[in-house]
C-alpha cells in the first residue's frame, strides 16, 4: 500500500517548509518479522530522488533518522539542502512519528533495528548513509553494528548512546510510565498554551511546537512510548559503541542543553578513526538551528 499521509492537526502551521514536508509524507507497509511470525507496518517516510541536472557525484542514498518523541518533521530545514545532490530519505521508526503502532509488536532495539532493516532492504535496496540525531543516533549505531553492510558510513547528531537513554523504564509500574507519557504530551501543549496568551507571540516559536504535536494525536502514541520505555530503550549500547567499523562524522551543538557536550568527546575516542564538528550557535538539534552548516559538513562527508 502507497499513500499520501496528512497528519491531523495541519491546518494552522504556517512554516513553509514544515508545510512542504508535510506534503511529501507518504505510508508504505513494511513486513516485520519477529520470531516466528510477520506484522505489517504502515510506516510513513519522505523520499527525494535527487533533482540535480547534473550527474550526482555518489549515488549511496542518505536514510535521516529522528530523535524520541519526534517524527521526520524534524529535517524539514535539512532535507531542502540535500535533495538536490543526493537520494534522500527520511523515516519514521516503529513507535513513532506518524508510522502505524501496532500493539501485537513491542517498540524495543530489536524490533526498531528489524523494522528500520526491512526499510532499507526493501524500499532503497542498497547501502546506506545512515545520518541518527539524536535517539536516531542510537538506533543508528544499533543498526550498523547488525547490519554492517547494509551502511556506508554513519553521521551522528547529539546522539544518545553514553547517556540519555532509560535504562531503569523496564523496572517501573506501568501507571508510572504512563504517567510520564502524559507529561510528555502536557508540556508541549502547555508550552503552546503559554506562548499563545504573549501579547506579542512569535509565529515560528508557535509553528515548531504545532509541529511538534503533530505525532501526540497518532492512535496508540501513548502506548508506543510506554512500550519502549518499559524496555529500556539502548541502555545497552554504550559497551558496543567501539565495535563501530563505518567512517564516521560526529555533529555536536555547541549549546546542546540536554546531552551537554561531555559525550561528543567520549564518542570521538570510542569509534576509531571517526571525526568531531562542533556545531556553533546550535544546542541539542543543529540540523534545526544551524541546517545549512549541517548540510555542508554532511554532504562533504558522504562524497
Known sequence: MLAHFLPPSTSEIQDVEAVALLQQIQRRVVQVPVRQSTTAITTAYAHYPPDSPTPVLDTIPILLLHGFDSSLLEFRR???????????????????????????????????????????????????????????????????????????????????????????????????????????????????????????????????????????????????????????????????IAQVIHPTLILWGKADDVLGTVDATRFEQAIAGSQLVWVEGAGHVPHFDQPQVVADHLLSFAH
Open 78 to 240: 535539512l532535507l531542502p539542502l540535500l535533495t538536490h545532490r543526493h537520494e534522500t530519505w527520511a523515516i519514521d521508526l516503529l513507535g513513532s512519528g506518524f508510522t502505524e503502532y501496532t500493539a501485537t509488536l513491542a517498540v524495543n532495539a530489536q524490533t526498531i533495528q528489524q523494522h528500520l532493516f526491512n526499510v532499507v532492504k526493501d524500499w532503497v535496496g542498497q547501502p546506506v548513509t545512515l545520518v541518527g540525531a539524536s535517539l536516531g543516533g542510537a538506533v543508528a549505531i544499533d543498526f550498523a553494528l547488525h547490519y554492517p553492510s547494509w551502511v556506508r558510513s554513519l553521521i551522528l547528531i547529539d546522539i544518545v548512546g553514553f547517556s540519555g537513554s532509560f535504562p531503569i523504564g523496564q523496572f517501573l509500574p506501568s501507571p508510572l510510565i504512563e504517567l510520564g507519557a502524559d507529561w510528555l504530551y502536557f508540556r508541549k501543549h502547555a508550552a503552546l498554551a503559554a506562548a499563545s496568551a504573549l501579547p506579542i507571540w512569535d509565529a515560528s516559536l508557535m509553528d515548531a511546537l504545532r509541529c511538534s504535536l503533530l505525532h501526540q494525536e497518532m492512535p496508540g502514541w501513548r502506548h508506543a512510548i510506554a512500550s519502549f520505555t518499559q524496555s529500556g530503550g539502548y541502555a545497552n549500547l554504550s559497551n558496543a
